[in-house]
Structure formats: structure tokens, C-alpha cells
């Protein structure tokens, strides 16, 4: 239940009758606040990783600091190694278990230690996924080269030192017969043995995944339990546990399964599988089917692959995703580069503000391995083939990095990598804020307290403090009271400003900031001792 939060006081920002400045906000807005990465080692990403007994383990250590650098850890269960140069731990287990490891980090610059844990058990993706989709920037325009120079801008970039992992190829890899004249889509969409045939654009799978792999990162996939996908390109219907095999056997690590044109056949009596009902029950049970059947066709590999359930939150998806070996689904439509739907007109395409702040009937359905997703983040250039700066203001897409963080969602990029400016490389490289979608616990933030357009979030973390945002979703400058009733806390906490990196200071029944239109202040309350 959200509650009324204190507002000390509201005042325009800059006025010209009643309509404030944009170009003001932008000028006092786009500043970087990410502090430089020391030159020492420091070690990022996830606290903890989880895999099937018998699956093969690709891990990299995600450390910032000059190079070279040289990796270590100690308590490594049997049939892993690292290597010293890389830092990716590679191998398999046999036994399940909770396996203590310590990561060392050094360079000349020093040493970095941090704890980390190695799960063995029946769930992955311990921690929502990080990395890039191709979608955004390319749309169905995207090739093999233009993959591989993604995974090398993630490398060169830095990005993979956060913990940015995952190299995802969306729609148009496979051969599409009717909206391209492109010969290079235009071939068989399966062999004499009904295997998928990947079009021209893609001519080497295997050697794709390898490639991406060599990069300390992985490799991600798109179909639909549909004939066709949303770009009328060969899907996965009645060829599931045989396109389950093709993706393993290439060495894919994520399948992206959108539902497209899979309503025409639960629409087909004639089809022989549930059909889609005006019944709540019996048209959940429909929806059910696809992605219960491709889960347990991606279990059965002996491969981990997260698993992405795209099928637009019908059914509430998030109260049995987990139930179809889900690691996360979409709960809206697709996310544009927007701050509200007054931006959209007739679109009915999501905005920032559409998906971000209505999540509170799906937040308790996140935890470890299960993950609620608001979609792709709408920062950098993006355009959907054609690329453009995004629209969202800069203080909008520190508000869309926070929110996201905040609900434990899977942060993937659609950007183009190697168009990366300075602002973009700072919204997406601040250890403490990734820290925050990264926290093992993997809760996703609720509503403390909320006036008008103002609002406060709160998110616990595993070591006991908790993360807040502040959001200021009117036009105008505010300040904003949290205290320490909503949030559920006592005494004194230290207040930290987490985009910046800095203990503001020691409050202890509440704290207020002043929070620009469209924006955040993202904190850490630390109980003090």
C-alpha cells in the first residue's frame, strides 16, 4: 500500500510563465556522476553463480584496473580452473552443493579480494542476466559481423570488467520468405531432417558462439514457438526439442522466445494443442503450453541456457514463468524510447514510466534465478535500424538505469556498442548502482510512499542495508522526504549517494533531497554501528 511522502517544499526550476526550461534541466542534468574506476584492481559483477551439476561452467571475472592483470581464487570445487591471464573460470561439477570461493584480482597497482559463491544446483542465472540485444540498434538488419564487432566493443568498451556478459542475436538470423527481397533471407527454413537453417547473414553458428566465447562472453539466441517470428522468419513450431539441440550444439547460453505468431495456431482447433479462451483459466493454459514445452526442451540439454519468455505479461506470466523453467519474462509490451505516453500519441508501443512504476502486482515473483522484466534499456543509440540518439532526457535515463536496478531486472543493452559516448559508458559503469541489481537477494523494490507524481522505492540488500530511490516524475523540481517509518528502519544510517559514490551523511529519522523533473536520487541507507 503506497503512503503519502513528506514533501518539504516544490519549486520551479527555471519559469517562463508556467513552463519550465528543458534546455536548463539538460545542461544541469548531463553531467557525469560516475566517479573514474581506480587504477588498482577492483573486482565486479555478481556475488554468486549458479549452474547444473554436469554442465559446462563459463564464468568471467569482472575486474576493473590497469592491465595487466592477474587472476586467483582459492576453494574452486573439482573440475574447475581459472586461468590466471583471462580470469575465466571454466570446467564442470559433478557434485550439487554451496562452494565458497575467494576471487583475488592483482596488478601493479595492488590487490583486490572478494567472496563469491558457486551454487550447484537446479537454477542458473542467479542474478539477472547482463548484456546486449541486437533488436534496438538493428532490428532486422543485423549480421554475424555485426555481432562480433558488438562483442568486441563490449570488451573494448570496458563493459565486460562490470559484469556485462551476454551477446544476444534477436530476430532475422533465420531465413524470412515474405518481408525481405534480401537473397541472403531467402532460403529453406529447415533441412531434409528438419533442422533450422540459419540464413546467409549467419553462415557459421558455431563459429559465432566460439567467437563470442573467446571474448570472455556469451552467446544469446531468438525464436518463437510460432511457424514464423514477429519478423516472419522461421520459429520453432513442432521442431522445439530438435531447435533445443541446434542451439546447444552451437554453444548458445540464452534463448529469447517471443510468441508472434503462435496465436494463430492456439487460435486452430485443428492443431491439437490448449486454444486461446475468453476463460481466464483455459486461456492461461494455452499460453502456458509453448513455453513449457521449449523449457523442458532447453532442460534437457547438457548445457545451461537462460531462458526469456517474451509474450507481453499476458496470463501473469510472472506467477508461473518459474513453473516452465523461465529465468525471466517480459510483463508489457515493447519498451521505446520515452519518458511517458503523452510522448507516444496513438503509439501503443511502453514508455519508461508505463512499465517502471507499475510493477508492484509482479514485484514479489522475483528472486534468485526469476526475474520480472520492464525489457530492454532505451539509452545510447538506438533506432530499431535506424540510429539515433535516444530521446530520453539525461536525468530520464538516470531515472531508467535506477528504476531498473531497483527492480532486480535484466539490464540488457540495445544500443549501438561501438557508438558509446562518455554519458552513456557512465550510466552503465558505476559498480554500486550494477551492485544494486546485482544484490544476491534479488528482491525487487516496492513503493514505500508516494504524493502526486512523487515517489519513493525501497529495495533490502543481502548485507542489511537498503537501497532507495527517490523519482520525481512531475515537470518541476522537488524535494523529497524519506523517512525512516515508511522505509521500515530505526537509528541512525549512514546516506549514501549511490551515483556518486559518496556518504552524504549520518541521518536518523530522515532524509531529503532535492530531485530534478523526470529524475532520481539514488541512495544506500548503511545502519550505523
Not at 106 to 116: D, E, P, Q, S, V
Not at 427 to 456: K, R
Request: charged share 20%.
Amino acid at each position: 500500500m503506497k503512503k503519502k511522502v513528506t514533501v518539504a517544499f516544490f519549486t520551479l526550476l527555471t519559469m517562463t510563465g508556467n513552463v519550465f526550461s528543458q534546455s536548463s534541466v539538460d545542461s544541469l542534468s548531463a553531467q557525469i556522476l560516475t566517479p573514474t574506476a581506480p587504477l588498482s584492481p577492483r573486482i565486479n559483477g555478481a556475488k554468486v553463480f549458479g549452474v547444473r551439476s554436469g554442465s559446462p561452467v563459463f564464468y568471467t571475472v569482472a575486474a576493473t584496473g590497469v592491465r595487466p592483470m592477474t587472476f586467483s581464487a582459492s576453494g574452486l570445487p573439482d573440475g574447475l580452473s581459472l586461468d590466471a591471464k583471462t580470469g575465466i573460470i571454466t570446467g564442470s561439477i559433478s557434485k550439487k552443493g554451496t562452494f565458497p570461493v575467494v576471487l583475488k584480482a592483482k596488478n601493479a597497482k595492488g590487490i583486490a579480494i572478494r567472496n563469491f559463491k558457486i551454487i550447484v544446483g537446479e537454477t542458473i542465472a542467479l542474478t539477472p542476466p547482463m548484456g546486449w540485444n541486437s533488436w534496438n540498434a538493428y532490428a532486422g538488419q543485423v549480421s554475424a559481423d555485426k555481432v562480433k564487432r558488438a562483442a568486441d566493443a563490449m570488451v573494448n568498451s570496458g563493459l565486460i570488467n562490470y559484469g556485462w556478459s551476454y551477446v544476444n542475436i534477436d530476430d532475422y538470423w533465420e531465413n524470412n520468405h515474405t518481408k525481405t527481397k534480401d537473397p541472403k533471407l531467402q532460403g529453406d527454413f529447415r533441412d531434409a531432417e528438419g533442422n533450422i537453417i540459419p540464413n546467409g547473414r549467419f553462415p557459421d553458428m558455431k563459429g559465432l558462439a566460439d567467437y563470442i566465447h573467446s571474448k570472455g562472453l556469451k552467446a544469446g539466441l531468438y525464436s518463437s514457438p510460432g511457424v514464423l517470428t514477429c519478423g516472419e522468419c522461421a520459429g520453432s513450431w513442432q521442431h522445439e526439442m530438435q531447435d533445443a539441440a541446434s542451439f546447444a550444439n552451437w554453444g548458445f547460453d540464452f534463448l529469447k522466445y517471443d510468441w508472434c505468431s503462435y496465436t494463430k495456431i492456439a487460435s486452430d482447433s485443428t492443431q491439437g494443442v490448449p486454444m486461446l479462451s475468453k476463460d481466464k483459466t483455459l486461456d492461461s493454459i494455452a499460453r502456458v503450453y509453448p513455453y513449457d514445452l521449449m523449457g523442458k526442451a532447453l532442460r534437457a540439454q547438457k548445457r545451461d541456457i537462460v531462458f526469456s519468455l517474451c509474450q507481453y505479461g499476458k496470463a501473469d506470466v510472472w506467477k508461473w514463468g518459474a513453473k516452465v523453467n523461465g529465468t525471466y519474462w517480459r510483463i508489457s509490451g515493447d519498451l521505446v524510447d520515452a519518458w511517458d505516453k503523452a510522448e507516444l500519441g496513438t503509439s501503443t508501443h511502453k514508455t519508461v514510466s508505463d512499465v517502471g512504476f507499475n510493477m508492484e502486482k509482479c514485484s514479489p515473483y522475483s528472486n534468485p534465478g526469476h526475474y520480472n522484466d520492464p525489457d530492454m534499456l532505451v539509452i545510447g543509440t538506438v533506432g530499431w535500424g535506424k540510429p539515433r540518439p535516444t530521446r530520453l532526457t539525461p536525468d530520464e535515463q538516470y531515472a531508467h538505469i535506477s528504476l531498473w536496478c531497483l527492480l532486480s531486472a535484466p539490464l540488457m543493452l540495445g544500443c549501438d556498442l561501438e557508438k558509446l559516448d562518455t554519458f552513456t559508458l557512465n550510466l552503465i559503469t558505476n559498480d554500486e548502482v550494477i551492485d544494486i541489481d546485482q544484490d544476491p537477494l534479488a528482491v525487487s523494490a516496492i513503493w514505500v510512499a508516494s504524493h502526486d507524481s512523487l515517489e519513493v522505492f525501497k529495495k533490502p540488500l543481502e548485507d542489511g542495508s537498503i537501497a532507495v530511490g527517490l523519482f520525481n516524475r512531475g515537470i518541476n523540481k522537488a524535494v523529497i522526504t524519506a523517512n525512516w517509518n515508511d522505509l521500515g528502519i530505526a537509528g541512525k544510517q549512514t546516506v549514501r549517494d549511490v551515483w556518486r559514490q559518496k556518504d552524504l551523511m549520518v541521518a536518523t529519522n530522515s532524509y531529503q533531497a532535492e530531485v530534478a523533473p523526470h529524475g532520481v536520487v539514488l541512495l544506500r541507507l548503511i545502519p550505523k554501528k
